[in-house]
């Protein structure tokens, strides 16, 4: 599986920007996949993640309420929605895939990363 990741940018504090992460091949609607994020001297932690069949969701407490992801299968694509972005969510976010339909961790797939900063 490959993924690529776009719709980074340069945001003011408070807006809105929409990730969407591409996959290659035919079994995408079978894997959960997840966006995660790196800020600058900080690990690697999930932002959220979504079953194979959207069904359920998860979210880190710091983006509950703000970012929203979803999947169209029919386009093998996932999204982030993030609205009211802060400057502490300025970091690289990468895609990723997992063959077990749904996971938190371990993730099996990974694309690059787009880069999200949020100016005060």
């Known amino acids: 599986v490959q993924l690529q990741a776009s719709g980074g940018g340069l945001v003011q504090a408070g807006g809105s920007l929409r990730l969407s992460c591409a996959a290659s091949?035919?079994?995408?609607?079978?894997?959960?996949m997840g966006w995660f994020r790196q800020a600058p001297g900080k690990e690697r932690e999930i932002v959220a993640a979504?079953?194979?069949?959207?069904?359920?969701?998860y979210y880190v407490d710091s983006v509950r309420g703000r970012f929203t992801i979803s999947r169209d299968n029919a386009k093998n694509t996932v999204y982030l929605q993030m609205n009211s972005l802060k400057p502490e969510d300025t970091a690289v976010y990468y895609c990723?895939?997992?063959?077990?339909?749904?996971?938190?961790?371990?993730?099996?797939?990974w694309g690059q990363g787009t880069q999200v900063t949020v100016s005060s």
């Open positions: 990723a895939a997992d063959r077990k339909g749904w996971a938190i961790i371990n993730y099996d797939y």
């Open positions: 091949g035919r079994t995408f609607s079978m894997y959960a």
């Open positions: 979504i079953s194979w069949n959207g069904a359920t969701t």
